[in-house]
């Protein structure tokens, strides 16, 4: 069998390659597909094909609770009991980037940390730094946001007690959809490889487990090591 992720070595840091190929002279998929492939499993490292469906299964369900949970907590801290905490009183001070409301940027902050995450793991599985470049602006324009209303308070004589809560509800939002994008681009990764070593004649190297010695194995060693 052939190793499939030579040209992948090297940008993995000499990381072995996962894939090898069983059949030379049969379809092999381009070059770019195996090293983004070869680049997943090294970094997510599945043991085999059995584990690897396991972790799409586990990381498609928290990505999904994930989203959910921000969808309802949104919904409970926001829409139902936003007025309660203060959140229309018109006295609050607007954001000074397009003079957003509090509402506004609670539905901003997790498309803008939705769509950096896209990009940043481009960046990284791709090694592209145009999506790179975009996905930190969208996080700097992310994290601005949700320090705002902790920066009325501070450095001015406008803020209120309560823009505490928006900054805390915010960043929330923004941990939350990030770890559930994370996940949820981790499975479909995963199980884009997956459709890949059906496809193709291709066969995932199963990863060694690390050898774990107790005490008893040092002593063996010890004892087989000294002369009779």
Known sequence: ?????????????GAESRIEVIDTSG???????LELADS???RLEPKDRHEMGQMIHSRSVMGGILFAAVGIFWWLTVSVIGNTLGDTDPELPAS???????FHVSLLIPL??????VLLMHSRERS??????IGGILLIIALYFTLEPLGWIVFTDQGSPSMVLQSLRI???AIMVHFASHMLLDAILLSWVQKMLQKFPLELSTLDEPLLLGPGDFDKDEEEASPA
């Not at 000074?96 to 509090?102: D, E, K, R, S, Y």
């Not at 803008?112 to 995450?117: G, R, S, Y």
């Not at 592209?128 to 470049?133: F, M, N, Q, R, Y």
Request: without cysteine; charged residues 5%; glycine residues 12%.
């Open 96 to 102: 000074m980037i397009f003079n957003l409301g509090f």
């Open 27 to 33: 379809n092999l998929p381009p070059p770019a597909n």
């Open 1 to 13: 069998m052939t190793d499939a992720g030579a040209s992948s070595n090297d940008g993995n840091n």
């Open 112 to 117: 803008l940390v939705l769509i950096a995450t």
């Open 40 to 42: 997943v499993l090294n």
């Open 171 to 173: 960043g929330a939002l």
């Open 128 to 133: 592209s730094w145009e999506s790179g470049l």
